[in-house]
């Protein structure tokens, strides 16, 4: 899975960046919100995102109210990253939009498993909306099925009467 990582710090970023692969995952790396919440406006966004709390330009509760105004928003997945770990700062990045918070230095094994969970989120809605694609298209079909079939049935109806007029 494609994910995003912004995080002003070169050492955490590269970090981050070598244990996503190490995960099987690719990692798309930016060095400040303003870049990550261009990447989030690009057709093919990463679903997935790692964001410092703390970056200049745009800070990651920003960047996260910003992406929750997104049409496609609610299939991205946003994990605050950050050194405040004071109860009413992780209230805050919640209620800025992101899904879930990790205090830094984080702990591998959670990292990973909060990634995971994230994941499991990201494929859950793409097929909730695949599956709601599929349902249209059905209905759609079945509609145009029977707005064809209509007219059809008339005009069998009428050949059958002028057959048996003669």
């Known amino acids: 899975m494609r994910i995003l990582i912004a995080d002003d710090d070169d050492f955490c970023r590269k970090l981050l960046e070598d244990t996503l692969f190490g ?4 990692a798309v790396s930016c060095s400040d919100g303003a870049e990550a919440w261009e990447r989030f406006q690009e057709e093919d966004a990463p679903k997935l995102a790692i964001l410092d ?46 899904d879930d918070y990790v205090v830094k230095p984080f702990d591998r094994n959670e990292m990973k498993a909060r990634i995971q969970v994230g994941q499991r989120i990201v494929e859950l809605h793409e097929r909730t909306l695949e599956a709601e694609r599929d349902r249209v298209l059905a209905q759609t079909a079945g509609a145009a099925a029977h707005l064809i079939n209509q007219p059809l049935t008339v005009i069998l109806g009428n050949v059958e009467l002028l057959m048996n007029w003669t």
């Open 23 to 26: 995960w099987g995952h690719e």
């Open 53 to 98: 709390w703390m970056m200049p330009g745009l800070e990651g509760p920003e960047v996260c109210r910003k992406v929750r105004e997104l049409p496609h928003a609610g299939g991205i997945y946003i994990l605050l990253l950050t050194s405040l770990e004071r109860k009413d700062k992780i209230v805050e990045g919640l209620e800025a939009g992101a």
